[in-house]
């Protein structure tokens, strides 16, 4: 069975200041890996995705996550937070097998301060 | 792409009533799933339809539940007898899954229940 964890329920930043948000997976094999946000009362929206290739992945408004398989972790960064990065932040697997149910961690809040 | 639709967005009921949900996937989507999130919780899966097939359900799926997808395009997802543990958000996602792929899921706005 393929658990997510993420580390800290709640993360705050400064504007401006580096965003880390962690993640880490339990799988027998390397899986498919992906960063959802979801702003209040809303659904979740893709940020990134990891599937082959490149461990290094670039997603929307300015976010990435660097795939770590001796590590089991795919932590989320962002050079420099803007109040509107604001919202809950869940990181999720799925077996590479094209069995694509999403198991999802329990979620970070990111608070970015002025 | 119009994204995916999901009605109502907000529901109020009673313990003891039925509701129904519905979910409109992204056009073209042949895979659709119902997950299920509650206060604090990251989503869990419920179920998903490969066109109008229910392939998986979850043991979180217990007999009140059901959902069909009846001609492979929207889905509706039905709870029957509802308690209070039910509230929750109820999201629906599809994607369009090549045989053997794992494609990516698009999530609509969800449907927040509150059983009273």
């Known amino acids: 069975a393929q658990s997510v964890t993420q580390l800290g329920s709640h993360v705050s930043v400064s504007e401006g200041a580096l965003v880390l948000l962690r993640c880490n997976y339990s799988?027998?094999?390397?899986?498919?890996l992906f960063w959802y946000v979801q702003y209040p009362n809303q659904g979740l929206q893709l940020l990134l995705k990891?599937?082959?290739?490149?461990?290094l992945v670039k997603g929307i408004n300015g976010f990435e996550a660097e795939f770590k398989k001796s590590e089991t972790s795919f932590h989320l960064t962002k050079p420099s937070a803007h109040m509107s990065d604001a919202a809950e932040y869940f990181c999720?697997?799925?077996?590479?097998?094209?069995?694509?149910?999403?198991?999802f961690g329990k979620g970070t809040m990111l608070l970015v301060s002025p | 792409d119009t994204g995916v639709s999901q009605n109502p967005r907000h529901k109020i009921t009673k313990r003891g009533q039925n509701v129904t949900f519905r979910c409109d996937p992204i056009?073209?989507?042949?895979?659709l799933y119902w997950y299920r999130q509650t206060l604090g919780q990251g989503p869990e899966f419920l179920t998903y339809?490969?066109?109008?097939?229910?392939?998986?359900k979850s043991r979180l799926l217990s007999d009140r539940f059901s959902a069909e997808r009846p001609k492979g395009s929207f889905s509706t997802l039905e709870i029957q007898r509802t308690e209070q543990g039910d509230s929750a958000m109820y999201l629906c996602?599809?994607?369009?899954?090549?045989?053997?792929?794992?494609?990516?899921?698009?999530f609509g706005p969800g449907t927040r229940l509150t059983v009273l």
């Open positions: 339809f490969q066109n109008e097939a229910q392939l998986e």
């Open positions: 990891y599937t082959t290739g490149a461990t």
């Open positions: 996602a599809s994607s369009r899954q090549p045989s053997g792929k794992t494609d990516t899921q698009y």
């Open positions: 999720a697997v799925t077996p590479n097998s094209g069995y694509s149910t999403l198991t």
């Open positions: 799988s027998s094999v390397p899986p498919y």
């Open positions: 056009s073209e989507h042949n895979r």
